[in-house]
């Protein structure tokens, strides 16, 4: 029997704007990320990107609309750990279309925007995993995108890695970038200036707050 992970969500983020996910485990939060960001294609309903629509494109067509859209964070970071940290961001801007040079200049932009200038040369391994989900994020911006979607960002971290990482959407947000993120924990989910809760495949409430940084669960 069919089961419907996400149901009647009627969801609009506008450019600029910090929005937070929440709910239980299986409420459909990630199932709503990976269909906004076209990784998985809905029974029904439509979903619109940049004005664009997602739904009704072919895969070749969702790849160039993500390389031009979409930036992506895991929780478990996702990372070529044989490749320096240079590498890993430099490779994503160049997936998205930019030439050798501007990819290389992209990415030694980024790490030094991110605090991580002098780990250019390091394997993603070295770093602890703070720094690793930094990394992360700058390769999630390599292609510059309109959204930035970020699924259990602070989940694979201790207390003092996910406020690093808290700390650093926040700065990204001030600086006009589109975010939306995924998370089970209410603290986590303070950070944003909207907050919209899940449950069972629905949405159940949305808030609009005070964006707040507070110590995470040890």
């Known amino acids: 029997m069919p089961v419907r992970a996400v149901r009647g969500v009627d969801l609009s983020i506008g450019a600029g704007e910090f929005v ?6 299986g409420c ?11 990784l998985e294609t ?11 629509s997602v739904h009704d494109k072919g ?22 750990d044989d490749t320096s940290a240079l590498e890993n961001v430099a490779l994503a801007a160049a997936i998205a279309g930019a030439p ?3 990819a ?3 990415a030694r932009e980024l790490l030094d925007l991110l605090g991580l200038a ?17 990394l992360a ?8 995108p309109t959204l930035l979607l970020a699924d259990e960002p602070t989940g694979a971290l201790d207390s003092a890695g996910g406020l690093e990482v808290l700390e650093l959407f926040r700065r990204l947000h001030a600086a006009g970038q589109t975010i939306l993120l995924v998370t089970h924990d209410d603290q986590v989910a303070d950070a944003a200036e909207r907050v919209v809760r899940m449950q069972d495949g629905r949405m159940v409430a949305a808030t609009i707050a005070t964006p707040v940084i507070t110590p995470l669960r040890g």
Request: positive net charge; without cysteine.
């Open 20 to 25: 937070a996910i929440t709910g239980p485990s």
């Open 42 to 52: 809905p029974s029904e309903g439509e979903i619109y990107l940049g004005g664009e």
């Open 100 to 102: 050798r040079r501007r």
């Open 59 to 80: 895969e070749s067509e969702l790849a160039h609309l993500r390389r031009r859209h979409v930036g992506f964070v895991f929780q478990f970071f996702n990372l070529l």
């Open 137 to 144: 994020i700058a390769r999630a911006l390599a292609n510059e």
């Open 118 to 134: 002098d780990k250019a040369d390091e394997l993603p391994g070295v770093l602890s995993g703070g720094q690793r989900q930094r």
């Open 28 to 38: 459909g939060k990630s199932t709503l990320l990976n269909l906004i960001a076209g």
């Open 104 to 106: 290389d200049a992209r």
